[in-house]
């Protein structure tokens, strides 16, 4: 088992391209992101952001390019649609310890330990007291509650989140941000969806601004401007439903030393290749 403290490698993307039925969703994702980040990764609507979040979590194969630095490694991922059935016969204590299968395994058994860490964490998310509950008792907010402290218990080195706060209360969402940042004094790397960029400019402080492609990487407050806002939303309704595969071209830059400051990454439509390989510019 991992060391609660140690830090997972760095992530690499070197020309990812990802998609459905090999039709490209994201295009020619090009960055690092270093251990212990905590990281929001926003954009408009149908802008990729959950594409690439399942391609973190290892639910997406990519369609060209790579993704290293996850190898081997322990990750903890809630999707935005959990899939919980609420009638399932399992109380709150039940479907938290699920997240110590890494410790107990398919023919383990639960102790008297695993019992009183599934305490604390449902404690740490303020659900002392509900650990006999059935999850159809449960209103949206303690739902999502129980669902972080299984993420406690899950005591991954990444954490991917997408969209965690889009149907809970501004208690709850202050109580879960807050234990996000618990995870990164940790140096556990946080990637999170999220769609409330005021939530994203008071607590994370990096950003990825993704359009199908990458439009700004880096300090929240380089990102999140006017005018790198203006520009996803162009590039976002430039991309052609209907357009053939892309190639993936090489990245001559290289890629920047995993140990330096992050700073603001733009794409240069010449990045964007026809399967010809010709340059098509966007707007």
Request: proline share 8%; glycine share 8%; aromatic share 4%.
């Amino acid at each position: 088992m991992l060391h609660p403290h140690a830090d997972p490698s760095v992530i690499e993307l070197h020309n990812l391209t990802l998609g459905y039925d090999r039709h490209p969703a994201v295009h020619h994702l090009s960055l690092r992101v270093a251990p212990g980040s905590l990281l929001a990764l926003v954009g408009p609507n149908g802008a990729g952001k959950s594409t690439l979040i399942k391609a973190l979590a290892g639910e997406l194969r990519p369609i060209s390019g790579a993704l290293n630095g996850l190898a081997g490694q322990r990750i903890a991922w809630l999707p935005q649609h959990n899939g919980l059935d609420p009638s399932f016969p399992i109380d709150v204590r039940g479907m938290v310890t699920l997240g110590l299968w890494h410790r107990v395994g398919a023919l383990g058994r639960f102790t008297a330990e695993h019992r009183r860490l599934c305490d604390g964490a449902l404690a740490s998310v303020g659900l002392t007291g509900f650990e006999s509950r059935g999850l159809d008792t449960l209103s949206g907010g303690q739902l999502q509650r129980a669902l972080f402290a299984r993420l406690i218990l899950q005591d991954a080195p990444v954490v991917l989140l997408d969209e965690p706060f889009a149907a809970v209360d501004n208690r709850t969402s202050a109580d879960l941000l807050a234990l996000l940042h618990r995870w990164q004094r940790q140096g556990k790397t946080v990637i999170v969806v999220l769609h409330d960029l005021a939530q994203v400019r008071a607590h994370f402080p990096l950003t990825l601004l993704l359009a199908r492609e990458l439009v700004a990487y880096g300090p929240t407050a380089e990102v999140l401007t006017d005018a790198h806002w203006a520009r996803a939303q162009r590039m976002h309704e430039a991309f052609d439903e209907d357009a053939p595969l892309c190639v993936a071209t090489s990245d001559a830059r290289g890629p920047e030393h995993p140990h330096s400051p992050p700073h603001v990454h733009h794409l240069p439509p010449s990045h964007l290749r026809t399967p010809a390989g010709s340059a098509e510019a966007l707007p």
